[in-house]
C-alpha cells in the first residue's frame, strides 16, 4: 500500500473481508482507501469506521502484524468491535 499510495494511487479491497467488521478494521489500519461490499453490511461497518480514530487503527493492524494464528487476531480485534457494535 506505501508504494501504491507513493505513486499516488489508492487501495481498494473487494470481497468478504471488508464486509466483515474485524476485516474492515484492519484493512483501514494498514491504509485501504476504499472497501467494497454488499449494501446490507455498510451501515455497521460506516459506524465502525466513523467510531474508530484512523491512529487506533493502525496501531491494531500493526499489533494484529506480530500475531501468530487467525484467533490471536479475532481476540486482539474483536473487543473493539464489540465496543462499537
Known sequence: MQAA???GKWVG?????GGLPEGALLLLGLGVDELSMAPAL???IRRLVRATPAAEARALARECLELGTPEEVLALVGPLVRRVG
Open 13 to 17: 479491497v473487494c470481497g468478504e473481508m
Open 42 to 44: 455498510l451501515p455497521r
Open 5 to 7: 499510495h507513493a505513486a
